[in-house]
């Protein structure tokens, strides 16, 4: 959520800020703003309310031309949507800043500015910040002093980025809590809250760590730690370039990402497997040594990535023998806890920067868990970095807010985890040869699954006057019920909720009549006629069955039953196949609704904040 973009250059930079929000578009926003000094030495700057295009019409009439500036994209936390809350906040004119997070203790700093003359013109928190440096400023301190003077009163999460009049030639930067990196360019240095900003600018970035301060000039970046030493941070070469986040000829990235899932898994499944078994080099030398004594696994997650958590329970029970917890990283923070001997923590996260998942990983660093293990898409995060070690997804740049490829990839590279722990356990070396045959042919089956998409279609119109949705799966499909519906609620605004199919009596049933439709997965499974029975259940209550059901499962479709075959799957990755379906129905509602599919309302794509 939020985007930040600042550089220093020794061109017109006000595209390049504008490029960079654009690109940070997928986070989640409700107005932009941007902030630039020019060559009188005066900061002058744009917002407003909406989208990036909003602002860059305002431009057009009004244009702001300079070498050093600052830009950002606004996700509503203190304050409304509007103008006068959207970043950057300035102070006396002399100072603008550009912030992420959340300052806790912004109401009694307000306070305390507002008694020494300063003049709030925003609701948000962020407004304390640029006051407190201008007055630090105001009492003879440089602009890399004053930031590291406000730093240490404030309170909670920050990414910022700050310049002034008094010091033109530079811009400065801090974190604590909100990622925030910094691009290397010739003669031109820049800022972000993420690469994906500056891949058409860089392709080379320092990750800075939590309390570092930066100060960026044409010339050079120096890194400060939060000692006040002078530190030198690594310089990261990435691969990614700035056609990877085009959306192609798809409508939307959502759909983009939806039919690239088969080469994601075969990237996540590449190197890693070999002649019928896993490579145990796949999770390196120091994880395997862990590996051998885990006797539990607890995973911490949220969102969609909490979904796949809870897939991976009924396996590394099933398949692993191994007792497996599985819990809301938001939850997982504010409670006490009972560590049993040798459990392994994971971590699941898409961008590695969720907050309360970082929160609770660094909670679990002081309980004695044995060893920490992030599965993450991007590499550089601070999730990667804080955890002993990784499975990275190799999903490639999600930019839908709602979450599709990074839930297969994370699911993929879960399985791969199960078999690595299971082999110490209960899985035989035959089992094991099973379950990475049929991860071979996963992205096939994948792309059998998305041969269905014009049939989904026509299931799409039926969902266009509704507004609620029930969802049921059982055993590991439970959880891909749950993607599912939450798939349906972020992008089409249907209310939907999933329950284990043998729930309906105690509940749900009272909510099914023809206005009720309910989605199932019926996988051939052991659990098929339980699911059978439960689906008869509905029907003789007149509600409305769409079933995506196994081309070798004995079902018949009937008068208010809908039923699309899905492939025959064997059972292990049926969980991942199925989420395939259930991604496109949620994408075509949404199309008929006339929602912003890939940026949903309200919604972010990285929560960086608690």
Same mark, same amino acid.
């Not at 929000?21 to 009188?40: F, N, T």
């Not at 690594?234 to 990614?240: A, P, Y």
């Not at 007149?542 to 070798?552: K, M, N, R, W």
């Given at each position: 959520?939020?985007?930040?973009?600042?550089?220093?250059?020794?061109?017109?930079?006000?595209?390049?800020?504008?490029?960079?929000?654009?690109?940070?578009?997928?986070?989640?926003?409700?107005?932009?703003?941007?902030?630039?000094?020019d060559?009188?030495?005066?900061?002058?700057?744009a917002r407003?309310?909406g989208?990036?295009?909003?602002?860059?019409?305002?431009?057009?009439?009004?244009?702001?031309?300079?070498?050093?500036?600052?830009?950002?994209?606004?996700?509503?936390?203190?304050?409304?949507?509007?103008?006068?809350?959207?970043?950057?906040?300035?102070?006396?004119?002399?100072?603008?800043?550009?912030?992420?997070?959340?300052?806790?203790?912004?109401?009694?700093?307000?306070?305390?500015?507002?008694?020494?003359?300063?003049?709030?013109?925003?609701?948000?928190?962020?407004?304390?910040i640029?006051?407190?440096?201008?007055y630090?400023?105001?009492?003879?301190?440089?602009?890399?002093?004053?930031?590291?003077?406000?730093?240490?009163?404030?309170?909670?999460?920050?990414?910022?980025?700050?310049?002034?009049?008094?010091?033109?030639?530079?811009?400065?930067?801090?974190?604590?809590?909100?990622?925030?990196?910094?691009?290397?360019?010739?003669?031109?240095?820049?800022?972000?809250?993420?690469?994906?900003?500056?891949?058409?600018?860089?392709?080379?970035?320092?990750?800075?760590?939590?309390?570092?301060?930066?100060?960026?000039?044409?010339?050079e970046?120096?890194?400060?730690?939060?000692?006040?030493?002078?530190?030198?941070?690594?310089?990261?070469?990435?691969?990614?370039?700035?056609?990877?986040?085009?959306?192609?000829?798809?409508?939307?990235?959502?759909?983009?990402?939806?039919?690239?899932?088969?080469?994601?898994?075969?990237?996540?499944?590449?190197?890693?497997?070999?002649?019928?078994?896993?490579?145990?080099?796949?999770?390196?030398?120091?994880?395997?040594?862990?590996?051998d004594?885990?006797?539990?696994?607890?995973?911490?997650?949220?969102?969609?990535?909490?979904?796949?958590?809870?897939?991976?329970?009924?396996?590394?029970?099933?398949i692993?023998?191994?007792?497996?917890?599985?819990?809301?990283?938001?939850?997982?923070?504010?409670?006490?806890?009972?560590?049993?001997?040798?459990?392994?923590?994971?971590?699941?996260?898409?961008?590695?920067?969720?907050?309360d998942?970082?929160?609770?990983?660094?909670?679990?660093?002081?309980?004695?868990?044995?060893?920490?293990?992030?599965?993450?898409?991007?590499?550089?995060?601070?999730?990667?970095r804080?955890?002993?070690?990784?499975?990275?997804?190799?999903?490639?740049?999600?930019?839908?807010?709602?979450?599709?490829?990074a839930?297969?990839?994370?699911?993929?590279?879960?399985?791969?985890?199960?078999?690595?722990?299971?082999?110490?356990?209960?899985?035989?070396?035959?089992?094991?040869?099973?379950?990475?045959?049929?991860?071979?042919?996963l992205?096939?089956?994948?792309?059998?699954?998305?041969?269905?998409?014009?049939?989904?279609?026509?299931?799409?119109?039926l969902?266009?006057?509704?507004?609620?949705a029930?969802?049921?799966?059982?055993?590991?499909?439970?959880?891909?019920?749950?993607e599912?519906?939450?798939?349906?609620?972020?992008?089409?605004?249907?209310?939907?909720?999933?329950?284990?199919?043998?729930?309906l009596?105690?509940?749900?049933?009272?909510?099914?009549?023809?206005?009720?439709?309910?989605?199932?997965?019926?996988?051939?499974?052991?659990?098929?006629?339980?699911?059978?029975?439960?689906?008869?259940?509905v029907?003789?209550?007149?509600?409305?069955l769409?079933?995506?059901?196994?081309?070798?499962?004995?079902?018949?479709?009937?008068p208010?039953?809908?039923?699309?075959?899905?492939?025959?799957?064997?059972?292990?990755?049926?969980?991942?196949?199925?989420?395939?379906?259930? *991604?496109?129905?949620?994408?075509?509602?949404?199309?008929?609704?006339?929602?912003?599919?890939? *940026?949903?309302?309200?919604?972010?794509?990285?929560?960086?904040?608690?």
């Amino acid at each position: 959520m939020c985007g930040i973009v600042g550089a220093t250059a020794r061109r017109m930079i006000t595209p390049i800020l504008l490029e960079g929000l654009r690109r940070l578009e997928y986070r989640g926003y409700d107005s932009a703003g941007i902030a630039v000094l020019d060559e009188k030495n005066e900061i002058h700057r744009a917002r407003s309310l909406g989208k990036i295009k909003e602002l860059e019409s305002l431009l057009e009439k009004f244009p702001v031309e300079g070498k050093i500036g600052i830009a950002h994209t606004r996700w509503a936390t203190h304050g409304v949507p509007a103008e006068r809350n959207a970043h950057p906040h300035m102070s006396r004119d002399a100072v603008a800043v550009v912030h992420n997070g959340i300052i806790e203790n912004h109401g009694e700093l307000r306070k305390s500015l507002q008694q020494e003359g300063y003049e709030f013109t925003s609701e948000t928190d962020t407004e304390v910040i640029a006051h407190q440096i201008q007055y630090f400023m105001e009492q003879g301190a440089s602009l890399l002093e004053a930031v590291r003077k406000t730093t240490e009163i404030l309170e909670g999460a920050y990414a910022i980025g700050a310049i002034c009049i008094k010091e033109p030639q530079i811009l400065v930067a801090a974190r604590h809590g909100s990622p925030l990196v910094v691009g290397l360019g010739d003669s031109e240095n820049f800022i972000a809250s993420d690469i994906f900003a500056l891949v058409g600018e860089t392709q080379r970035f320092i990750f800075l760590e939590d309390g570092d301060i930066a100060v960026l000039s044409t010339e050079e970046v120096v890194v400060y730690n939060k000692a006040d030493d002078q530190v030198e941070r690594s310089v990261n070469e990435t691969k990614l370039s700035a056609d990877a986040v085009d959306r192609g000829h798809y409508r939307h990235y959502m759909q983009k990402e939806i039919h690239e899932q088969p080469v994601a898994i075969e990237k996540c499944l590449d190197g890693r497997i070999h002649a019928g078994r896993l490579l145990e080099a796949t999770f390196g030398l120091q994880t395997e040594k862990a590996f051998d004594g885990i006797k539990a696994v607890q995973i911490v997650a949220c969102g969609t990535s909490f979904h796949a958590g809870l897939v991976a329970r009924y396996w590394m029970e099933d398949i692993a023998g191994i007792p497996c917890n599985v819990e809301v990283a938001s939850e997982f923070r504010y409670r006490k806890h009972f560590v049993a001997p040798d459990t392994l923590f994971v971590t699941i996260s898409q961008s590695g920067e969720t907050a309360d998942t970082l929160a609770a990983l660094k909670e679990a660093k002081k309980l004695g868990y044995v060893h920490s293990l992030a599965i993450c898409n991007v590499p550089e995060s601070s999730i990667v970095r804080e955890s002993d070690s990784n499975l990275m997804t190799r999903a490639g740049p999600e930019i839908g807010v709602a979450s599709t490829k990074a839930f297969t990839t994370q699911l993929t590279a879960l399985l791969l985890l199960v078999v690595a722990l299971g082999r110490r356990n209960a899985l035989s070396s035959e089992e094991e040869g099973k379950i990475v045959d049929e991860l071979g042919r996963l992205p096939n089956q994948i792309r059998r699954a998305l041969e269905l998409e014009g049939e989904i279609e026509q299931w799409a119109e039926l969902f266009g006057d509704k507004e609620h949705a029930l969802f049921l799966g059982r055993g590991a499909q439970y959880p891909v019920a749950m993607e599912g519906a939450l798939k349906l609620k972020e992008i089409s605004y249907i209310h939907a909720e999933a329950y284990p199919a043998g729930e309906l009596k105690h509940g749900p049933l009272a909510l099914i009549d023809s206005e009720m439709p309910v989605i199932s997965v019926a996988p051939n499974n052991d659990l098929l006629e339980k699911l059978k029975s439960n689906l008869q259940e509905v029907h003789a209550r007149g509600g409305q069955l769409f079933v995506f059901a196994d081309a070798e499962a004995s079902m018949e479709s009937v008068p208010n039953v809908k039923l699309l075959r899905v492939a025959a799957t064997k059972e292990v990755v049926a969980p991942i196949v199925y989420t395939i379906p259930l *991604q496109l129905l949620a994408y075509h509602v949404a199309l008929i609704k006339g929602t912003d599919v890939d *940026q949903p309302r309200n919604l972010a794509k990285s929560v960086t904040v608690e």
